[in-house]
């Protein structure tokens, strides 16, 4: 029977993976809405309305993090407990299923999760499906349990907290930066522990693990026994391509916050240098996915938020808890504009040259997110009477799964928490459908049409 079962799964899998998904996450949205609404879920046992239980079982499931009432008020234990299961399935979801559909595309048997997006389609061997979903576990358990020892630990000795709510305080943060869902239980997300390096530097890598993506872990994880028992020791392009543009706009993100904020009194000015380094470098790591903010994000400057927005378009690592357009994507998109400044036929990224169905991927998903983000600031800007800059802000992060907020997600009306709700959920599983739905639906032509070169630029 079970047997029975996975190979079923597996030909839906193969034979809708985009229809597959979405419905997925469809249904357990609206599972966690049936959830929130029971009036055990709410503090002050009243049930909450459809569009505010629906718009917080999509965060959640969205790993997004916006929220339209204070989780650790509005909420009680039986609440924050769903929201809680509901980011983390839909990170645990995400991750599986991202990985998943790059093994389906790729045509691999073994776990080696290089997602090249090949043209070709091929079953999963059920083995190759229990690897995955294993290795996604264990990596996820293995940095929520650590990170939150530490974080309860902190607020045990640090802050006084009892030993239970020390314990669900880390727990919960612990969960919710790991799949960089944003959730927090303080009103002001954790801008009481913006200068300290125990509470936010956690919650930060917990941020940058999950947001990486699974294939990086992975690989990671398995290379000191693969050079151990084979001998070698490179990196596949996927990882360094990952974790050096990471690594780039980490550092870049954290220089420039600090360099627009450092005079800020409202946000970095009243730090130390250190401090101000410590906070920028956390803001620059929430900004690309994860949601908390340990500053107040409607203070800052208008470069400040256009950076951001920047960062949060971007996003993180493919196959991981991050939103965005990924960081690969960016990269793609780069080396296609460096080949092209230099006059070279094509583009080639750290040796390896890219095929050109790749860069046609990376430039549909870029533009389709951008597409997705102004609609949306349109359609926001007709409902609501609100600057410019923070409609974009809230539009970027909402479709990048960030959950960073100037402060006018509650004061939202009803079709504008709508028009949120679809853009967390497209910007949640659009890239990842897009590009795997694009490299199964490819085919080769048996002719060519003549060439004409209309004039570009």
């Excluded at 780069?334 to 230099?342: F, K, S």
């Excluded at 006059?343 to 750290?350: C, F, I, Y």
Aim: aromatic share 8%.
């Amino acid at each position: 029977m079970a047997g029975r079962a996975g190979r079923m799964w597996q030909s839906l899998l193969a034979a809708h993976p985009a229809r597959t998904v979405v419905m997925g996450f469809a249904a357990v949205i609206l599972l966690g809405t049936v959830l929130l609404m029971l009036p055990v879920a709410a503090e002050d046992g009243r049930s909450a309305n459809v569009v505010t239980a629906l718009f917080t079982s999509t965060s959640a499931v969205c790993v997004t993090g916006l929220v339209v009432v204070d989780t650790g008020t509005y909420w009680s234990g039986f609440g924050e407990g769903v929201i809680l299961v509901l980011f983390q399935i839909g990170g645990f979801g995400i991750m599986t299923m991202a990985s998943l559909l790059g093994l389906l595309i790729s045509g691999k048997l073994r776990l080696r999760m290089q997602l090249t997006a090949q043209a070709e389609t091929k079953s999963l061997d059920i083995g190759d499906v229990r690897k995955v979903l294993l290795g996604v576990a264990g990596c996820t358990l293995a940095v929520e349990l650590a990170v939150g020892a530490v974080l309860a630990l902190r607020l045990r000795f640090g802050y006084g907290e009892s030993i239970w709510d020390a314990a669900y305080l880390g727990f919960f943060h612990a969960v919710s930066a790991f799949n960089n869902a944003g959730f927090g239980l303080h009103a002001d997300s954790l801008t009481k522990y913006a200068q300290d390096a125990w509470m936010t530097l956690p919650v930060a890598v917990a941020v940058i693990l999950g947001g990486i993506g699974f294939p990086v872990l992975l690989e990671l994880l398995r290379h000191r026994n693969r050079a151990r028992t084979t001998g070698r020791r490179g990196w596949s392009l996927h990882f360094r391509l990952t974790v050096i543009t990471t690594a780039v706009l980490l550092f870049a993100g954290t220089l420039l916050t600090c360099a627009l904020e450092w005079t800020n009194n409202n946000t970095l000015g009243p730090f130390d240098w250190h401090k101000k380094m410590l906070a920028g470098f956390f803001h620059s790591a929430m900004s690309r996915t994860a949601g908390f903010n340990s500053v107040d994000i409607g203070a800052m400057t208008d470069a400040t938020l256009l950076l951001t927005c920047m960062l949060m378009f971007i996003g993180g690592g493919s196959a991981g808890t991050a939103g965005g357009i990924k960081v690969s994507t960016f990269a793609v998109l780069g080396a296609a504009m460096l080949a092209e400044a230099r006059g070279e036929p094509t583009s080639a990224v750290m040796g390896r040259r890219l095929a050109p169905h790749v860069l046609r991927q990376a430039l549909t998903v870029a533009l389709a997110g951008v597409g997705f983000v102004m609609t949306a600031t349109l359609a926001l800007l007709a409902v609501v009477d609100k600057p410019f800059e923070e409609v974009l802000f809230e539009s970027v992060s909402a479709f990048g799964t960030v959950g960073l907020s100037t402060g006018i997600t509650a004061d939202l009306p009803t079709i504008g928490r709508l028009i949120v709700i679809v853009l967390m959920f497209v910007g949640r599983l659009g890239p990842v459908t897009l590009v795997s739905a694009l490299a199964l639906r490819e085919r080769k032509r048996r002719y060519e049409l003549p060439e004409e070169r209309p004039v570009i630029g």
